[in-house]
């Protein structure tokens, strides 16, 4: 995805934001679709809250932001390939980490996370999350199966975050890194975890679309 000009936590991430070149090539292959492990944001107080950073975000050309509707958590990218269902009838492959996620979600329970502060990775601009540990938990739960491929971001580099919009271009970089830099702490309101997604996308969508599998929810007070 953008490998060249990864780090390993946040501060890192936010150090390099002056040298950063806008990653902004996308997959393609066309058709490809894979699944990913969603935590949205479904607060009606969140969306009004959020509703004024994508405002003041979509001044900037570079950026193509994320709807209101389609905020949410990236908890567990797979490494699968797998083929949308038209009459909800999934693959053996889509059912195999049907069951995997269940398995491991089994004993979690709902959360809160909170939304802190503006980031960057080479592709996106984030929110960064407080949550406890607990997104950073679930992710590791997913990897720990035997079956399950770990990627380059998961597990140990794990960075919670909630993304804001993906580059399309460097046209205007500079004067959104500043933006961010005078902006940079936020106050949206907590986000509740209470059910997780998962989810088929397209590869190469920037924000993808989302062909929800199944959703689990998260229990509060089980803990």
Request: proline residues 6%.
């Amino acid at each position: 995805m953008h490998d060249d000009e990864m780090a390993s936590e946040p501060a890192e991430f936010w150090q390099q934001r002056n040298s950063l070149t806008p990653a902004t090539d996308v997959a393609t292959d066309v058709d490809s679709y894979r699944l990913v492990l969603l935590a949205d944001t479904t607060d009606p107080t969140v969306h009004a809250e959020y509703k004024p950073v994508r405002d003041a975000l979509n001044q900037f050309d570079c950026l193509n932001t994320v709807p209101v509707g389609s905020l949410h958590f990236t908890i567990k990218l797979f490494d699968v390939t797998v083929t949308p269902s038209t009459d909800g009838n999934w693959s053996p492959a889509v059912q195999q980490i049907d069951q995997i996620v269940a398995e491991a979600l089994v004993d979690e329970d709902a959360f809160e996370a909170t939304i802190t502060q503006f980031n960057l990775f080479p592709d996106v601009v984030y929110g960064e999350t407080a949550d406890g540990g607990r997104l950073t938990e679930l992710n590791q739960a997913i990897c720990a199966h035997p079956e399950v491929t770990t990627l380059g971001r998961d597990g140990e580099e794990f960075i919670p975050h909630l993304t804001f919009g993906y580059f399309e271009s460097d046209t205007d970089f500079g004067a959104l890194v500043d933006f961010l830099e005078a902006r940079r702490q936020l106050s949206l309101p907590p986000i509740a975890v209470d059910e997780v997604e998962l989810a088929a996308y397209e590869v190469g969508g920037r924000p993808p679309a989302y062909d929800i599998v199944r959703t689990y929810d998260l229990q509060f007070g089980q803990r």
